[in-house]
């Protein structure tokens, strides 16, 4: 007698394990520490970016980090929380409607809420990045002379002559936000996949350096202000992480 195949059924089964990666308490300690090694990073800014800027990144690995990008660029992580929202049968499109806009939490299906926290994971740091970059201004790699500047706090309101707007909005990396927010979401619903999101997270970050747009410090204060945005919408309940 055969037995015939069992597949795990939506409303009754969990198809990943239930325990979540890490809490809101881990993420908001890392993003802490991003800030300190930001910090950091600021006495190796001018050197780091003269090598990138001169093309001291291998080609090949610039061919990845390039790829990468596709993991902090807006149109394509949007493009992946889709993906998500198709493939996943325990997430739903949030609701549009009041009280549900109001936060995650009112959300009248858990599907639904699951699937505001991810959008709202992602997007938080994105949008405070953006606030920051509307009052500080810092200079990109690729627009200045690397060597004529004293030290790394000389490109902070430095805005390049001639230049796009957009080449005096080093400081922080919008991308690194997105990126490490689009990790915390991911992670957050499928833990099995963290390593796999933690190195595309990583190397979308540090594609920008290698490609001259930002310095070493504007990639760790922009992942910073992701995982901060993150703990705001992600929660510790490892139903999270199940699917029902």
Request: glycine share 6%.
């Amino acid at each position: 007698m055969t037995v015939p195949l069992r597949f795990p059924n939506d409303a009754t089964e969990s198809t990943v394990p239930v325990s979540p990666p890490w809490s809101r308490r881990g993420l908001t300690l890392t993003a802490a520490a991003l800030v300190l090694l930001g910090m950091a990073m600021l006495t190796i800014d001018l050197p780091v970016a003269a090598w990138c800027k001169a093309g001291g990144v291998p080609k090949e690995v610039l061919r990845f980090l390039n790829f990468s990008e596709v993991f902090a660029h807006s149109m394509s992580v949007a493009v992946i929380l889709v993906a998500a929202l198709v493939l996943d049968p325990g997430l739903a499109f949030p609701s549009l409607r009041w009280p549900a806009l109001r936060w995650p939490s009112f959300q009248p299906t858990a599907p639904q809420e699951r699937m505001a926290r991810m959008i709202g994971a992602t997007a938080c740091g994105g949008l405070m990045v953006d606030l920051v970059k509307a009052v500080v201004d810092r200079a990109r790699p690729r627009a200045i002379d690397i060597a004529a500047q004293a030290s790394a706090w000389a490109t902070f309101g430095l805005v390049p002559a001639g230049g796009h707007h957009s080449d005096a909005n080093s400081f922080p990396s919008g991308h690194a936000a997105v990126a490490s927010g689009l990790f915390a979401a991911l992670a957050w619903r499928y833990p099995r996949g963290r390593w796999l999101f933690l190195t595309l997270a990583v190397s979308a970050a540090l594609q920008r350096v290698a490609t001259a747009a930002h310095f070493p410090s504007d990639i760790c204060l922009g992942a910073a202000f992701g995982l901060a945005g993150a703990t705001l919408f992600l929660n510790d309940r490892s139903s999270a992480s199940t699917t029902e």
